[in-house]
């Protein structure tokens, strides 16, 4: 399902980038040398993992806010599965 990354055809790299999002967002305070090693495994430099870090880190926090704030998601972030699916390559393409 394209909901769901461990379902999905990821190269290696991509996998274990999600699988650091994942365990980062849901288990912060278990992070340890291995997930960061895991990276440097993939190709992951320094730099890279870095910025990975800071972007997952940010969306949690924003998450976080609008959650704790009470905060709808706009309609237009929210389409149906369908429209998702019909849209996503077309709009992948445009950027």
Not at 40 to 64: M, P
Request: with cysteine; proline share 6%; charged share 25%.
């Amino acid at each position: 399902m394209i909901y769901d990354y461990r379902t999905a055809t990821l190269s290696p790299p991509d996998r274990a980038l999600c699988d650091f999002a994942v365990k980062l967002t849901l288990a912060p305070a278990a992070m340890g040398e291995t997930d960061i090693a895991s990276l440097r495994a993939h190709g992951f430099d320094d730099e890279a993992i870095t910025v990975a870090t800071q972007v997952i880190a940010y969306f949690n926090y924003i998450n976080r806010i609008a959650d704790g704030l009470g905060v709808e998601p706009e309609a237009w972030m929210t389409p149906p599965k369908e429209e998702w699916q019909r849209r996503r390559g077309r709009d992948f393409l445009a950027t």
